[in-house]
């Protein structure tokens, strides 16, 4: 299959790599002319992926046009990007093409979810999200990694299945796009938390307390907008937080460290040089979890952090100080 990735991050590099060695026509695009030269010459992502090396003739560019003869476009750029590239790549797609979006996060206007902007953008083209805990190091590595790719078209979901799996990447299906994308973008928020209870100091019960109480929001806020309960017990629910909770990896929680021990966001984002999703997600979902009326005080804290100067360590004593409440298992809290 020919397949063109938009985004030369760390995600798209790793997923460049993995579709080259299944076989594929791949390329990959950065907006960047510079950056295209630069990772063709030194056959390398020094920025986003060092140490893994690229092969000579995976095809890298600052061009769109190769969409043309795509038979699948993968977005894999940042979250506040998704729509921009998607009325860029509008001219060049030719029918049927199928487009898949691999970032995890809410386009800021609306908010929406990224596959809602895609199919906004372009509409009539079918569409698929893969989601799941894979981080782009690990994967890039070719070290065991399960995700998910849904979408409303199980035989489009089961060819992107097809496209993706080997030994060592394993793909499940999964028809409740909303459900994958909501675990997949809310869980980076719940991540900042943790990260931001490391840099506090706390210890492993808390961390526990907050991926469980966070699990609980994610499939509350994702129940309220059409979502299956069950989706968030697997991988890209209950899967992907803990990833993103625990790994080193894990872009958000290294912020979130670095957030609990008295720096501001900007200053983190600026020294890390990369995107972190649960910044922008943050805002995002708390405008979501007011307009369905779904309670997230665990999102709510971190919004307050981030956006109203509340200080990390009393966020978390606002959490523990909380009315008394009683505990719903997980597939009941979108009925709580």
Same mark, same amino acid.
């Given at each position: @299959? ?44 020094? =920025?986003?992926? $060092? ?38 790549? %509008? ?33 009539? #083209? $079918? ?12 994967? =890039? ?10 979408? %409303?078209?199980? %035989? ?15 793909? #499940? ?63 890209? &629910? ?33 020294? @890390?040089?990369?995107?972190?999703? &649960?910044? #922008? ?10 307009? #369905?009326?779904?309670?997230? $005080? ?16 009393? =966020? ?7 009315? %008394? ?12």
């Amino acid at each position: @299959m020919k397949i063109k990735i938009l985004g030369a991050g760390s995600w798209g590099t790793a997923l460049a790599l993995l579709l080259y060695q299944n076989g594929h026509n791949v390329s990959l695009w950065t907006w960047d002319p510079y950056h295209a030269e630069k990772l063709m010459a030194e056959g390398e992502n020094k =920025a986003f992926l $060092p140490g893994v090396p690229l092969p000579a003739d995976l095809l890298i560019t600052p061009h769109l046009s190769g969409v043309a003869s795509a038979d699948m476009v993968i977005f894999a750029v940042p979250s506040h990007a998704v729509s921009q590239v998607a009325s860029d790549v %509008k001219e060049y797609l030719t029918p049927g093409t199928i487009l898949l979006n691999v970032a995890k996060g809410f386009y800021p206007q609306g908010p929406k979810r990224l596959s809602e902007v895609i199919e906004e953008k372009l509409p009539g #083209y $079918p569409m698929a999200v893969l989601s799941g805990p894979s981080h782009a190091e690990e994967v =890039a590595l070719n070290l065991t990694t399960t995700v998910v790719v849904a979408g %409303k078209d199980d %035989k489009i979901n089961q060819t992107i299945q097809d496209v993706f799996m080997n030994g060592n990447f394993r793909v #499940y299906t999964n028809t409740d796009i909303i459900g994958v994308e909501i675990g997949g973008a809310v869980k980076n928020v719940i991540a900042l938390a943790t990260g931001i209870a490391v840099g506090l100091g706390m210890g492993d019960n808390a961390l526990a307390a907050i991926i469980t109480r966070g699990l609980a929001e994610i499939t509350r806020l994702g129940v309220a907008m059409g979502a299956n309960p069950a989706t968030f017990s697997g991988l890209t &629910g209950l899967g992907d937080l803990v990833v993103t909770c625990t790994s080193h990896h894990s872009r958000n929680r290294r912020a979130g460290i670095e957030i609990g021990k008295g720096r501001s966001w900007n200053q983190v984002l600026e020294d @890390m040089g990369m995107v972190v999703e &649960g910044v #922008y997600a943050a805002e995002n979902t708390y405008k979501l979890a007011q307009q #369905y009326k779904v309670e997230m $005080p665990i999102t709510e804290q971190i919004n307050a952090v981030l956006y109203q100067g509340r200080a990390p360590q009393d =966020a978390m004593w606002a959490l523990m100080t909380r009315s %008394k409440t009683k505990e719903l298992p997980i597939l009941l809290q979108g009925k709580q």
